[in-house]
């Protein structure tokens, strides 16, 4: 139980980290006295270290063993929280956040250790629930957000969330027992230079797009180079003996529709991070919004961060009893539901609450099942790499999401102000995402339950 409750703080502490500071931004760049798009590198950062480092150090787990990796995940990710607290200019908050962005990998890394380590009949509640916590702290960290700045100051969002990230440090070094399924090999470092690569540009294809224009030759050379080297990356990784992320796993069914939604749930969840605070945050004078303070935008958000609370849990206990393959699509159906709520009404606040509440059990139930269902299809000695690849899913996911739905706000300015309709039309792109999550979903096989996690499909699928 110590054990488990170390890594359910250690995620806690990175996922907090993840939005903390999103609704802080402008008040960042005041303070570091930087351009608005420098900033917004702020976020950017950290979602790039994560996307690059997790399956790199999932892999590294596999071989090397996954406690001893998660400890220096939780190093880096304790080292880049000091440096961002203690940054007076743009240049190390950057790189103090793509240091905590390699805290990423201590979800997939955490997954491994609940496998191999934990009874079998805890295993999916153990996993559902840690995975369902990078959505509650994501949700959490824009409700906290108002208050701590309002109160201490933007550099509290990086000394409050250090604490509970030294005490998961610690408590992983006494109580984090090592995982006995190591594979051992070498790092294809090729593969790892390609992967990097062909994420690098298109998260910074996608990121810059609104901002470049998405014609500006800039754009279109990252997106064309990322198409390129992924190409490149996936070749690389067939003609490999040791290969960094297994491409015959990668295509099993039962992992790239899990993928596929994880991409699309993410793309959900973050985007509501943006267009939810920025909608009730505009004035009444631009004919909708409600002229909520930051603090005030974070509370409605509260609905959905309690209900995460509440569907993280519950997802956990019912995977054994109704599966994962059920709660993801339960879970796809409600975020389709709420978002569909916010593009027809959003005239009052009721509304809105409501429409959170069943985005955050949506998201919940979702998250809890993802990685189970990649648990279920991959040997033991895959968790690692292959949950990583899940969890890099929902990161890129999050990326495009909120960059579409900026993209469709800032398509609709007039006065330095969207539209109404361009709220509606980015809610209505959002339930789309949602409603291809859903048949994403529905598409997942039925896991065989006849011999360890459910592995077997993996061989069955090679053959």
Same mark, same amino acid.
């Given at each position: 139980?110590l054990?488990?409750?170390?890594?359910a703080?250690?995620? +806690?502490?990175?996922s907090?980290m993840q939005?903390?500071?999103?609704?802080a931004l402008p008040?960042?760049?005041?303070?570091?006295? $930087?351009t608005?798009?420098?900033?917004?590198?702020?976020?950017?950062?950290?979602?790039?270290?994560?996307s690059?480092?997790?399956?790199?150090?999932g892999?590294?787990?596999?071989?090397?063993g996954?406690e001893?990796?998660?400890?220096?995940a939780?190093?880096?990710l304790?080292?880049?929280?000091?440096?961002?607290?203690?940054?007076?200019?743009?240049?190390?908050?950057?790189?103090?956040?793509?240091?905590?962005?390699?805290?990423?990998?201590?979800f997939?890394?955490?997954?491994?250790?609940i496998?191999?380590?934990?009874p079998a009949a805890?295993?999916?509640g153990?996993? %559902?629930?840690?995975?369902?916590?990078?959505?509650?702290?994501?949700?959490?960290?824009?409700?906290l957000a108002?208050?701590?700045?309002?109160?201490?100051?933007?550099?509290?969002?990086f000394?409050?969330p250090?604490?509970?990230?030294?005490?998961?440090?610690?408590?992983?070094?006494?109580?984090v027992?090592?995982?006995?399924?190591?594979?051992?090999?070498?790092i294809?470092?090729?593969?790892?230079?390609?992967?990097?690569?062909?994420?690098?540009c298109?998260?910074l294809?996608?990121?810059?797009?609104?901002?470049w224009?998405?014609?500006?030759?800039?754009?279109?050379?990252?997106?064309?180079a990322?198409?390129?080297?992924?190409?490149?990356?996936i070749?690389?990784?067939?003609?490999?003996k040791?290969?960094?992320?297994?491409?015959?796993?990668m295509?099993?069914?039962?992992?790239? $529709?899990v993928?596929?939604?994880?991409?699309?749930?993410?793309?959900g969840?973050?985007?509501?991070?943006?267009l939810?605070?920025?909608f009730?945050?505009?004035?009444?004078?631009?004919?909708?919004?409600?002229g909520?303070?930051v603090?005030?935008?974070?509370?409605?958000?509260?609905?959905?961060?309690?209900?995460?609370l509440?569907a993280g849990?519950?997802? %956990?206990?019912?995977?054994?009893?109704v599966?994962a393959?059920?709660?993801?699509v $339960?879970?796809c159906?409600?975020?389709?539901?709420?978002?569909?709520?916010?593009?027809?009404?959003?005239?009052?606040?009721?509304?809105?609450?409501?429409?959170?509440?069943l985005? %955050?059990?949506g998201?919940?139930?979702?998250?809890a099942?993802?990685?189970?269902?990649?648990?279920?299809?991959?040997?033991?000695?895959?968790?690692?790499?292959?949950?990583a690849?899940?969890?890099?899913?929902?990161?890129?996911?999050?990326?495009?999401?909120?960059?579409?739905?900026?993209?469709?706000?800032?398509?609709t300015?007039?006065?330095?102000?969207p539209?109404e309709?361009g709220?509606?039309?980015?809610?209505?792109?959002s339930? %789309?995402?949602?409603v291809?999550?859903?048949?994403?979903?529905?598409?997942?096989?039925?896991?065989?339950?006849d011999?360890?996690?459910?592995?077997?499909?993996? +061989?069955?699928?090679?053959a």
């Amino acid at each position: 139980m110590l054990s488990f409750s170390v890594l359910a703080l250690a995620a +806690a502490s990175y996922s907090l980290m993840q939005s903390l500071v999103a609704p802080a931004l402008p008040e960042i760049q005041d303070e570091l006295g $930087t351009t608005a798009n420098a900033a917004a590198w702020i976020l950017t950062a950290y979602l790039l270290s994560a996307s690059i480092t997790t399956p790199i150090l999932g892999r590294l787990g596999d071989m090397f063993g996954k406690e001893k990796v998660l400890v220096w995940a939780l190093v880096a990710l304790a080292v880049g929280t000091v440096i961002c607290a203690l940054s007076t200019s743009i240049a190390p908050m950057l790189a103090g956040r793509a240091l905590q962005g390699v805290g990423g990998a201590l979800f997939p890394l955490a997954f491994g250790i609940i496998r191999d380590e934990f009874p079998a009949a805890r295993v999916a509640g153990g996993i %559902g629930l840690i995975s369902a916590l990078l959505g509650i702290g994501g949700g959490l960290g824009i409700v906290l957000a108002g208050p701590i700045v309002d109160a201490f100051g933007y550099h509290w969002l990086f000394w409050l969330p250090l604490v509970p990230t030294l005490v998961a440090l610690i408590g992983t070094i006494i109580w984090v027992p090592e995982s006995p399924v190591k594979t051992p090999g070498k790092i294809n470092w090729t593969g790892a230079a390609l992967l990097s690569a062909w994420l690098v540009c298109g998260l910074l294809g996608v990121t810059e797009g609104p901002t470049w224009g998405w014609g500006d030759p800039r754009v279109l050379g990252l997106l064309a180079a990322a198409v390129l080297l992924a190409w490149a990356w996936i070749a690389n990784e067939r003609r490999a003996k040791e290969p960094l992320v297994d491409m015959r796993m990668m295509a099993l069914r039962g992992v790239w $529709t899990v993928n596929l939604a994880a991409f699309l749930v993410g793309a959900g969840m973050y985007s509501s991070f943006v267009l939810i605070p920025t909608f009730v945050e505009t004035s009444r004078s631009a004919g909708y919004g409600f002229g909520a303070s930051v603090t005030g935008a974070g509370l409605f958000m509260l609905p959905s961060t309690l209900t995460m609370l509440i569907a993280g849990p519950i997802g %956990g206990r019912l995977s054994n009893k109704v599966g994962a393959r059920a709660l993801l699509v $339960t879970g796809c159906v409600f975020l389709m539901v709420a978002f569909i709520m916010l593009a027809v009404a959003h005239e009052r606040p009721i509304e809105v609450y409501v429409a959170t509440a069943l985005m %955050g059990f949506g998201i919940g139930l979702a998250f809890a099942a993802l990685a189970n269902l990649i648990v279920e299809v991959v040997s033991p000695h895959q968790t690692g790499v292959a949950t990583a690849m899940n969890t890099v899913m929902r990161t890129v996911g999050g990326a495009v999401g909120t960059t579409i739905g900026g993209a469709l706000l800032t398509a609709t300015v007039v006065g330095g102000t969207p539209t109404e309709s361009g709220f509606t039309e980015a809610f209505a792109v959002s339930a %789309g995402a949602g409603v291809l999550a859903l048949l994403a979903a529905l598409i997942v096989p039925r896991p065989r339950r006849d011999g360890p996690a459910f592995a077997p499909a993996i +061989a069955a699928e090679r053959a």
